[in-house]
């Protein structure tokens, strides 16, 4: 340990380095201006890991023959995320959405208590929530609303039935297929009419 601790001194210290001139390294270092910024202790550490990308799911990340979990996790099935690990140390892994570093996970059966009932506290919210979009999103889907192209003052949306609102739906699309074969405006003779007798026959 003392030879590389002389060797690393006598290679900052007195070694003229020829990429930077001529100069030490740490000559160098004492004459770069570039401002100095403190950063997270956890940061470097974080980028000195090895990376992978992976897609979250139903039994969190599976990674070298684990499924890593966290309550963070939940409600994030298909999301593609990008971790962190030390190779050769399964004990934890970092995730990342994009830069944000989003959790530590843990791989299943090793959480502690408090970190299960993170996890269980967690899921109940993210079900909550995601029960409250469906309903949202279903009362929305009885919701007729006037169509925004017409000239006319938009009538006021309601609510109605299920069954009235798909009788409509099939109503609206028959007017407007109708619409689309019309021949009226070409002149021609629509086919599906009573054909009258021709007087010169």
């Given amino acids: 340990m003392k030879r590389f601790a002389d060797w690393a001194r006598w290679y900052n210290t007195s070694h003229r380095h020829r990429m930077l001139g001529g ?49 963070e996790l939940y409600g994030r099935g298909g999301q593609r995320v990008q971790i962190r690990y030390m190779p050769h140390d399964d004990r934890t892994i970092e995730v ?16 502690t208590p408090a970190q299960t009932d993170a996890f269980r506290e967690h899921a109940r919210a993210e079900a909550e929530r ?13 919701c007729t609303l006037a169509p925004m192209t017409s000239d006319s003052a938009p009538a006021e949306s309601r609510l109605v039935p299920v069954a009235d609102g798909r009788d409509r739906t099939q109503r609206d699309r ?10 009226s405006l070409l ?10 007798a021709d007087p010169e026959s």
Avoid at 52 to 62: L, M, S
Avoid at 177 to 183: I, V
Avoid at 187 to 192: A, E, N, R, S, V
Wanted: glycine share 8%; hydrophobic share 35%; aromatic share 6%.
């Fill in 23 to 71: 100069r030490t390294p740490l000559q160098a270092w004492e004459e770069d201006p570039a401002p100095l910024r403190r950063v997270p202790t956890e940061q470097p550490s974080h980028l000195m890991l090895a990376g992978a990308e992976r897609i979250v799911q139903k039994d969190g990340i599976n990674f070298h023959g684990l499924a890593y979990v966290a309550p």
């Fill in 187 to 196: 002149g021609l003779i629509d086919p599906t009419a009573t054909a009258t």
């Fill in 96 to 111: 990342y959405l994009g830069t944000e570093h989003l959790c530590t996970a843990y791989p299943t059966g090793q959480l």
């Fill in 174 to 183: 028959d007017r407007a297929l109708a619409a689309r074969a019309s021949t």
């Fill in 130 to 142: 995601l029960g409250r979009e469906r309903r949202r999103a279903s009362r929305q889907a009885r």
